[in-house]
C-alpha cells in the first residue's frame, strides 16, 4: 500500500507521552498505532 497523504497533528506533552507509551507497550511505532485507530473507526470498512 503507497501512503500518498501526510497528516501533521499538534498534541500535549501528555497526549504524546501516552501514545508513546503504548506504542513501547505494544512493539509498533507510533504512526502504526495511529493507523489501526484509524482502521477501526466506523465506516473505516477495507
Known amino acids: 500500500m503507497t501512503r500518498e497523504k501526510r497528516l501533521n497533528i499538534r498534541v500535549t506533552d501528555e497526549e504524546w507521552d501516552q501514545l508513546k507509551a503504548y506504542a513501547e507497550k505494544k512493539g509498533l511505532s ?17
Request: glycine content about 6%; overall charge neutral.
Open 30 to 46: 507510533m504512526a502504526e498505532v495511529i493507523r489501526f485507530y484509524i482502521s477501526s473507526l466506523p465506516g473505516a470498512d477495507r
